[in-house]
């Protein structure tokens, strides 16, 4: 029995990350062959961007993927994705910098005496932190600095690094999903949509309430549960062994190079903060920010040359896999796009909303907007392809635009910490090497909650024709 147990359990064994996405792309150019092929017109609207003409669509020739299409999409998604793909590096390098000069470390034991039986208290700080940060700037992907320094903090706080992502993520997503100002989504649909932007705020910011709420009590029901059984975490071995590399359970003085080096980082943390706020920077800047911010607490902490560059390089190699990931997902709609099939699913997709009551119709946008957010893992890419198409369909059926808006948002925005065409999260749950189906099964109780909430939200906005 016990033989015949072990064998199931290798059959079921999750495959690596890569092998997994690859298979995805294979699954991927195998539906180009069967889905027929078909466009929208495209136009350039006053924004100056390219947003699809509705009832424009039409079929063309086919144009299925082959193998070698499949394998060369990696590329393609490698660089497609460059930009995240290498501020992952560098954020990886900056944090190996501030590990190696024992800065982490040192400042954890302030943290730890303030917040040791008020770890709760800061779980809600931080998390209604950037869930508020998110909703204005609509920086997801800020969630790359956050975990870095939120696991050594977990996990001296006897909590797990599932903890630190959860609170990280949840809060982001939370934020992004509801966006109060997002440039991304609500921006860039309301302008298509031809209405005031920033209409529908009170509204918004209800559900950034509700939602928050929601992601709050999760990650803290989580917590509770790791602080009373440590070893009941999936994470418990993994953790552990990122605590003796860390020596996060010896004494680690504060020197005042130390001290330095600390202000120093968090100058350019706040630098960076303020960035996004003022001028909507980006993946660039923040990968500007910690090149300066590594090379600041190197000297000072009193690195020499070498040793600074042998430490950053280090930390890129603890991010490889994480940030290979990101281009092996993109991989996925790069096929997608080549066979030209995305069109044709969005027209399909279109025809489930016309035929029911129109409160049933807000509710199904937004789950047809959750499934397209798996082919085009971008807000705003998301936005410049279904509103077009969405917003007329809206008016024929009798939805508010401003609640077709909402159901977009909803649907494109909770899903991106679970879809695996989202190479962000991949960077995300591998800094903390959790594997995606360990990921998908914590997330998933949540994203069912919000996606109930959601479908009560929405209803809500379209039987009292919110404006």
Request: hydrophobic share 55%; net charge positive; glycine share 8%.
């Amino acid at each position: 029995m016990k033989e015949s147990n072990t064998k199931a359990k290798k059959r079921l064994r999750m495959p690596h990350v890569l092998a997994l996405l690859v298979i995805m792309i294979l699954i991927a150019t195998v539906a180009t062959w069967f889905i027929p092929a078909g466009q929208f017109d495209r136009e350039i609207n006053e924004a100056g961007r390219s947003v699809v003409v509705a009832g424009s669509y039409h079929t063309v020739e086919s144009n299925p993927a082959s193998l070698w299409d499949a394998f060369g999409s990696i590329i393609a998604g490698l660089i497609a994705s460059a930009q995240i793909v290498f501020t992952v590096f560098i954020i990886g390098g900056a944090f190996h910098v501030l590990q190696s000069a024992d800065i982490v470390q040192a400042f954890l034991g302030k943290i730890v005496r303030v917040f040791r039986k008020r770890d709760w208290l800061l779980i809600c700080l931080v998390m209604v932190l950037l869930s508020t940060m998110c909703t204005f700037i609509g920086l997801f992907e800020l969630s790359l600095v956050i975990i870095p320094i939120m696991i050594p903090v977990c996990l001296a706080l006897g909590l797990d690094s599932m903890t630190a992502v959860g609170l990280t993520l949840v809060s982001s997503v939370c934020g992004f999903a509801v966006g109060i100002t997002n440039p991304f989504t609500v921006v860039v649909a309301q302008g298509i949509g031809q209405m005031p932007l920033y209409s529908g705020t009170w509204f918004r910011a209800i559900c950034l309430v509700l939602f928050t709420a929601a992601g709050v009590i999760y990650v803290l029901r989580y917590s509770r549960k790791i602080k009373r059984a440590p070893q009941s975490s999936i994470m418990y071995d993994r953790d552990q062994a990122y605590i003796r590399t860390m020596g996060l359970n010896e004494e680690h003085p504060m020197t005042r190079r130390k001290m330095w080096a600390g202000i120093a980082f968090v100058v350019c943390f706040l630098v960076l903060v303020f960035g996004a706020l003022k001028w909507s920077w980006g993946l660039n800047e923040i990968a500007t920010i910690f090149v300066i911010a590594s090379i600041l607490v190197g000297f000072i902490s009193g690195m020499s040359v070498d040793s600074l560059c042998q430490s950053f390089i280090k930390g890129l190699e603890t991010f490889v896999l994480a940030a290979f990931a990101v281009g092996f997902a993109r991989g996925i709609t790069v096929v997608l796009e080549q066979g030209l099939i995305i069109d044709t699913i969005v027209n399909s997709l279109a025809t489930l909303i016309a035929n029911v009551p129109s409160q049933i119709s807000a509710v199904t946008m937004m789950f047809v907007q959750l499934f397209f957010n798996f082919l085009v893992p971008s807000g705003s890419g998301q936005a410049t392809i279904m509103m077009p198409i969405m917003l007329p369909l809206s008016d024929l059926v009798g939805i508010t635009r401003q609640t077709a808006i909402i159901a977009f948002q909803f649907g494109d925005g909770f899903s991106n910490i679970l879809w695996p065409t989202m190479g962000a999260l991949w960077a995300c749950i591998g800094a903390a090497k959790i594997k995606f189906n360990e990921w998908v099964r914590w997330l998933l109780p949540l994203i069912v909650i919000w996606y109930a909430m959601g479908a009560v939200v929405v209803f809500v906005a379209q039987s009292i024709s919110l404006a």
